[in-house]
């Protein structure tokens, strides 16, 4: 079946420490997305990447990094995690910028990040 | 600035009866809505959409409502079922543009 993949699903870093969240799909979409989503609150979108063209959301700390090396793969790194920093980071795609209809986003299960 | 806005955490429904979850936007320039849903442990799936040409939307037990005078769309579950427990999320877009997401509501749909 064709999904959103995302390993490893639990991750515990130390504050400070550096961790990369690693996402892969096999529906072939164009553009992929990072979201944070902490507890009762809406998925904050961290960036997206239409293709390789990277897209920052203004809000989004430099302390977030993403990369794309290629159609399938996409990462999160966090280069200094801190405590506030815990929360679930959801992975999604989508299949074009196109039409309306094109906004249908396909959601991995997420990484459940815990900052010691 | 929380654009999309569900102002219900959660809602509980007996089986068998209706659900019915808000959504209230301010960007009068959205033009898309869609409904997720999520279980624990699992990322958001897709339930139901409706574009802003239209009032109504139907698939099966689930139907979208919008009314755009009022920036408010509804999603109605009919009948409930215990495997609609769930967090629903409401987002929002304009044109093709990102998602703009509420906050979820927790359905809890009793015996």
């Known amino acids: 079946d064709a999904m959103v993949i995302q390993n490893p699903r639990y991750q515990v870093t130390q504050f400070g420490k550096p961790v990369t969240l690693s996402c892969s799909q096999t529906l072939n979409h164009n553009v992929m997305y990072w979201y944070q989503q902490k507890s009762s609150q809406a998925p904050k979108l961290l960036f997206h990447y239409y293709d390789k063209d990277f897209n920052n959301e203004a809000d989004t700390p430099d302390n977030f990094q993403s990369r794309r090396p290629n159609t399938s793969f996409c990462f999160l790194d966090i280069r200094s995690p801190g405590l506030g920093d815990a929360a679930m980071y959801l992975c999604?795609?989508?299949?074009?910028?196109?039409?309306?209809?094109?906004?249908?986003?396909?959601f991995g299960p997420g990484t459940r990040l815990t900052v010691l | 600035d929380q654009q999309v806005k569900q102002n219900s955490p959660s809602l509980s429904v007996q089986e068998g009866r209706i659900s019915i979850l808000n959504c209230d936007y301010t960007n009068s320039m959205f033009d898309y809505f869609l409904w997720y849903k999520k279980y624990p442990a699992e990322g958001p799936t897709f339930l139901i959409s409706i574009s802003s040409i239209k009032d109504k939307n139907e698939d099966g037990r689930f139907t979208v409502f919008l009314n755009k005078s009022a920036k408010h769309l509804s999603l109605h579950i009919v009948p409930s079922q215990p495997g609609d427990s769930a967090v629903y999320f409401c987002?929002?877009?304009?044109?093709?543009?990102?998602?703009?997401f509420g906050a979820g509501t927790q359905v809890v749909v009793t015996p």
């Open positions: 999604a795609t989508s299949r074009a910028i196109g039409t309306a209809e094109d906004n249908e986003q396909f």
């Open positions: 987002a929002a877009s304009r044109g093709w543009g990102k998602l703009q």
